[in-house]
């Protein structure tokens, strides 16, 4: 058994499609119309192409705002995503104007920092030491 999705709730697709490839870096693998206002959209990390694909999953469920709000309200993440170097990506991102919520921090077998997604998540970006 392995992970094939993970899903990220977003109140934008179309943004968070921007985000995620043009901010992040990520790889545009599936957009299906489902519907009048959503779709099937996912990406994949360029380095992996074929491995988990990301589901940048509509908002719309009454449970997800709450859920949402209450995370953020309480600065964890929805998910984490692995990088070499977390300083090195947390200077790249936020030359690109991402905001942090949480910046490079050392927490003994782990770098950790915290990024807000701009779609109403906090997203951590890790490397293992």
């Known amino acids: 058994m392995k ?6 709730f977003v109140d ?8 995620y490839t043009e ?19 996912t990406v994949v990390s360029p380095e992996e192409p074929d491995g988990t694909e990301l589901v940048l999953e509509p908002d719309v469920h009454p449970v997800v705002k709450p859920y949402q709000t209450g995370l953020v309200a309480d600065g964890i993440p929805h ?11 947390f200077e790249r991102l936020r030359g690109l104007g991402v905001v942090f919520t949480q910046e490079p921090l050392d ?21 293992y030491k």
């Open 3 to 8: 992970i094939n999705l993970a899903s990220v």
């Open 12 to 19: 934008d697709q179309d943004k968070a499609l921007r985000f």
């Open 23 to 41: 901010v992040l870096g990520f790889v545009k693998k599936h957009e299906v119309p489902m519907g009048e206002h959503h779709k099937w959209v």
């Open 79 to 89: 998910t984490s995503f692995a990088v070499e170097d977390v300083k090195a990506e």
């Open 107 to 127: 927490l003994g077998p782990v770098i950790t920092a915290i990024l807000d997604d701009t779609c109403g998540n906090l997203i951590q970006i890790a490397q």
